[in-house]
């Protein structure tokens, strides 16, 4: 028996398998094997939300959780948010090596070509409630772009899919900034492609009668930043889904915007939003020990706390608190800065979070930046869709050219009734389904 491998012992037939490990991990097809007879389908593994399973091969992003480190193709999150801006970390994240200047003025190049989107769009956004959120605009009209772009489904042409690549790296802020502007009753403000990528969304955002707009320059690089830090993170609940989506070969938009209708749920892009209510709830930093204290006895969670991947801090998180220093040198100090830092200095040395390991998460700070910033917090699903885009067409492409990978169908373990014999309506009696409706 090899030493890289499992053994088991089906101890309702006596054998034995020996089933192989590799990367640590085994084959769950393995486990087909043993069965309790030949007609029997084979064992399966049952793993509700894939709390243990890996869905794939991925060479894009690292996470260890225990030593919070983050690394986007091996280079760490850290180095990134200091050195590069987010087109450089896209085109990283993308094709899997930091550009060349050559490549880098080339991928800006061709990202600002695409920044427009076609007037159509503008006429079915008007057509969107005045307090429509922006979110389900986005989520909407970046599906609709797959009814412009008909060559977006030629998925196995590598031309196509550069393409497609340009114009959803180059469109998402341009349909988030307008979706924004709808839902403020304000005239779109077009792309200016004089400016950078986060300046140019600033434009589109907060531009009103001046001729130009000028970003300032620490909050364009604030929010690159943040760009940066949510580019990728594995195969997070949006991810699984555009690679689940994408699986079936539909064309990138359609799988883009299952994705951000996956981000859109409160259990994942929106937790900032439940951070921002809790600061506020808390009021003042002499009422945070009481409120610590509620969320130990179970009366609610500490949001922004706690990750089911990071059993330390958020690497993330720490980027965060730094940018929000500099961003508030420039907007003024947001008071519930204050509240959130006394809020983690008094969790970090408590016993029921040492206990847990629950560190600041990307959103405990997150959040108060954006504020600060003068987003208001249905935008802030958006903020992260935006960037995440790159890591969502990376995960897509790494899908497509897996040759393992076929389209996502789990199985099921059926609990349900056995065989049984149609009954008509008029010899039907009560049961316990009746009244359901
Ligand atoms: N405040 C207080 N207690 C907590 C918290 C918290 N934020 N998070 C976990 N716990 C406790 C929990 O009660 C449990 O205690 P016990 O063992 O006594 O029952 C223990 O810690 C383990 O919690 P869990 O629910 O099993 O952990 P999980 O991995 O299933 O949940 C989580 C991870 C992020 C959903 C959770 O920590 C949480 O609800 N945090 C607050 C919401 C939040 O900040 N979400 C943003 C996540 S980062 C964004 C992203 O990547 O999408």
């Known amino acids: ?14 054998k034995s398998y020996e089933i192989a490990i590799e990367h640590d991990t085994i084959r769950a097809l393995d486990l087909r094997r043993i069965k309790v007879s030949e007609d029997d389908f084979g064992l399966m593994t049952y793993d509700p939300a894939f709390m243990n399973t890996a869905s794939c091969h991925s060479r894009i992003t690292y996470i260890d959780g225990d030593k919070g480190i983050l690394r986007y193709r091996g280079y760490p999150i850290e180095e990134l948010a200091e050195g590069s801006s987010y087109l450089e970390t896209a085109y990283l994240v993308l094709y899997g090596e930091l550009p060349t200047s050559d490549e880098l003025k080339a991928w800006i190049h061709n990202v600002t070509y695409h920044t427009f989107i076609h007037e159509n769009i503008k006429t079915f956004m008007d057509g969107f409630h005045y307090d429509a959120h922006p979110m389900g605009i986005l989520v909407s009209t970046v599906a609709a772009l797959s009814t412009f772009y008909v060559d977006a489904k030629n998925i196995f042409d590598p031309e196509s899919r550069k393409k497609q690549t340009h114009r959803l790296i180059a469109k998402m802020p341009t349909l988030a900034a307008f979706a924004y502007r709808h ?9 200016d492609n004089a400016l950078s990528y986060t300046e140019n969304f600033l434009n589109m955002l907060f531009k009103m009668s001046e001729v130009k707009y000028q970003p300032n320059p620490t909050l364009a ?28 070969h539909v064309d990138p938009y359609s799988a883009v915007a299952a994705a951000a209708a996956a981000l859109y749920g409160p259990l994942h892009g929106g937790a900032n939003e439940a951070v921002l209510k809790m600061l506020a709830e808390i009021g003042a930093k002499d009422q945070v020990p009481g409120f610590v204290k509620r969320v130990k006895a179970g009366e609610g969670r500490l949001m922004g706390f706690g990750h089911r991947v990071y059993k330390n801090y958020d690497p993330r998180a720490k980027i965060i608190k730094r940018v929000a220093e500099e961003v508030f040198e420039v907007t003024g100090r947001n008071p519930l800065l204050d509240i959130a830092v006394e809020l983690e200095r008094i969790a970090l040395e408590d016993e029921y979070f040492i206990q847990r390991k629950l560190y600041p998460n990307v959103d405990f700070y997150s959040g108060i930046i954006y504020q600060a910033m003068g987003f208001p917090v249905e935008m802030f699903p958006v903020l992260f869709a935006i960037p995440r885009t790159s890591g969502w067409i990376a995960q897509w492409e790494e899908m497509l050219s897996d040759s393992e990978q076929k389209i996502a169908r789990p199985r099921q373990v059926y609990l349900g009734e056995a065989q049984r014999k149609f009954v008509p309506l008029e010899r039907r009696g009560a049961n316990p389904g009746k009244g359901r409706v």
């Open 221 to 248: 690089r604030a929010l690159d930043v943040l760009f940066i830090l949510h580019a990728d993170h594995e195969q997070n609940c949006s991810t699984n889904a555009m690679r689940s989506v994408g699986s079936s």
């Open 1 to 14: 028996m090899g030493t890289n491998t499992l053994a088991i012992t089906d101890n309702r037939t006596g």
């Open 183 to 191: 839902s403020r009753g304000m005239p779109y403000s077009y792309p």
